[in-house]
């Protein structure tokens, strides 16, 4: 069982940037797909930002340019850099890890947009 564990959210204002890390155990990290998807109360969780095991990226198009994901297969750590941030991207922050049938998530970071 791979045990997903992020790091890095809290309180910043308008404009400011954060960093949040993902921290995997297990084996399969280096074969994985690993993303970061968010979720607001009463709304459905969605895809932030994945990369796959060769590098391939892709974003929400509401974070295009201002986020950035990148992982290190030494560390098994996967890692989301969040720049020029919004209140809008007030939310839980979720990291995931998916193989083949296999996926499962963090237990989520709270990120807070507000001045």
């Known amino acids: 069982q791979v045990q997903l564990v992020e790091s890095g959210g809290g309180l910043v204002q308008p404009g400011g940037s954060l960093r949040l890390s993902c921290a995997a155990s297990?084996?399969?990290?280096?074969?994985?797909?690993m993303g970061w998807y968010r979720q607001v109360p009463g709304k459905q969780r969605d895809m932030v930002a994945t990369?796959?095991?060769?590098?391939?990226?892709n974003y929400a198009d509401s974070v295009k340019g201002r986020f950035t994901i990148s992982r290190d297969n030494v560390q098994n750590t996967v890692y989301l850099q969040m720049n020029s941030l919004e209140p809008e991207d007030t939310a839980v922050y979720y990291c995931?890890?998916?193989?083949?049938?296999?996926?499962?998530w963090g237990q989520g970071t709270q990120v807070t947009v507000s001045s």
């Open positions: 995931t890890i998916k193989f083949s049938r296999f996926q499962n």
């Open positions: 297990g084996s399969i990290f280096s074969i994985a797909t």
């Open positions: 990369i796959t095991s060769g590098g391939n990226i």
